[in-house]
């Protein structure tokens, strides 16, 4: 079997080492001329193409097995990359090999490919959405996956995220050295995971657990915002349709909420914000104080919110439909007075955790952001 050339990612010996599901792969240094490899456009991985009179530095994968190749055309079919042949400049001079390029007008071109710069910006996210990718490994098609990258990206950005705690001043110094969990098969694995495991933990005693079954959500990190006027003391709300409320019989599951999104791999949490402001309630904010950062459910759940307060001039707003057609979304924005809120809380009409903690944070500072105004 021919060898394999890689350029991108893959040069990335974690990452090889992950995908191929063995640790004694040989690879040797090599290029591949009159070619250029390339950052995809806005994207966390590169692209190959040809290019009279440069080259392409990469390694070259030998002695390749029939169950190396299946799990990179796996994960390389994530992407939509597929093998051609091609001839290579290795240490023993230019060896036939094989090398993955993108399907034709699939990804558009950017700058020059840097393998450090991937690594010291992507190399943890993609080592944990390849971890997911190819569990599905002899499962599903490769064809399955590829909607699903960006998914496992985000959730690997989010544990990157999560390796920041917040203090232990009050709570004990335990930490997950004092977690053992062993992985059990029969999770599900989607946009949202669950996974089932057995864990045991230290007590406060300081004695082991017992092992028990336990189940948990694996979600994503969120941004949160809640908009507010401190010169006409009004706060912007949204309104969508929401599954949770359906799924426990509620008769009227349109919910009052802040604006919200998922915090894409990469992206900061305060600019996430930002941009889920204009795609769902088409505003704009000023400054971007704050809030809280904190677990929506820790009990069962990974997700975790990034709060915000964003100040900006809401007058004339109010009664916006927005929301992205590619997501499907329905969004109707409200602009209330800052008693009415409360009045809402009171009556609970606003019955969404987040929107509620947000409201009393801003009572809490509201006095000092309207002398500030």
């Known amino acids: 079997m021919k060898d394999l050339f890689f350029y991108g990612t893959l040069c990335h010996e974690p990452l090889l080492r992950l995908v191929l599901g063995r640790d004694d792969a040989v690879t040797v240094p090599a290029r591949l001329p009159d070619h250029e490899a390339l950052w995809v456009r806005d994207n966390a991985f590169p692209m190959i193409r040809h290019a009279p009179g440069r080259a392409a530095e990469g390694l070259l994968l030998r002695d390749v097995t029939i169950e190396d190749l299946a799990r990179l055309d796996f994960y390389e079919g994530g992407f939509g990359y597929d093998l051609r ?5 290795g240490p023993d001079g230019s060896v036939p090999a ?9 990804w558009p071109p ?14 943890g996210i993609t080592l944990h959405a390849a971890e997911e990718a190819m569990a599905r490994f002899g499962r599903v098609p490769a064809e399955a996956v590829r909607p699903l990258m960006p998914i496992f990206r985000s959730r690997g950005w989010a544990r990157q995220m999560a390796a920041n705690p917040a203090p232990q001043t009050l709570r004990s110094g335990m930490t997950g050295a004092d977690v053992q969990m062993t992985s059990r098969d029969d999770g599900y694995d989607g946009f949202f995971r669950i996974r089932t495991f057995d864990i045991a933990h230290r007590r406060f005693d300081g004695c082991m657990t017992d092992p028990v079954p336990r189940e948990a959500f694996i979600a994503f990190d969120a941004a949160l915002v809640l908009p507010y006027d401190p010169m006409r003391d009004e706060i912007l709300l949204i309104e969508q349709l929401r599954y949770g409320p359906i799924g426990r019989g509620d008769p009227a599951p349109w919910v009052l909420e802040p604006i919200a999104g998922l915090v894409d791999a990469g992206e900061e949490p305060a600019d996430c914000a930002r941009r889920e402001a204009v795609e769902e309630a088409k505003l704009e904010l000023g400054d971007l104080r704050p809030m809280v950062r904190v677990y929506a459910s820790p009990g069962y759940s990974s997700e975790f919110f990034h709060c915000f307060l964003g100040l900006c001039d809401l007058a004339g707003r109010g009664g916006e439909l927005g929301g992205l057609d590619a997501e499907n979304e329905d969004i109707r ?8 809120a409360l009045a809402l809380i009171d009556s609970g009409e606003i019955n969404a955790g987040p929107l509620v903690m947000m409201i009393l944070w801003l009572a809490r500072h509201r006095a000092a952001l309207r002398a500030a105004a």
């Open 85 to 89: 042949d091609v001839m290579v400049d």
């Open 333 to 340: 924005s409200h602009v209330i007075g800052f008693d009415r």
């Open 98 to 106: 094989r090398v993955y390029f993108p399907q034709e007008g699939l």
């Open 110 to 123: 950017g700058a020059p490919w840097s393998l450090p710069d991937w690594e010291a910006k992507w190399a």
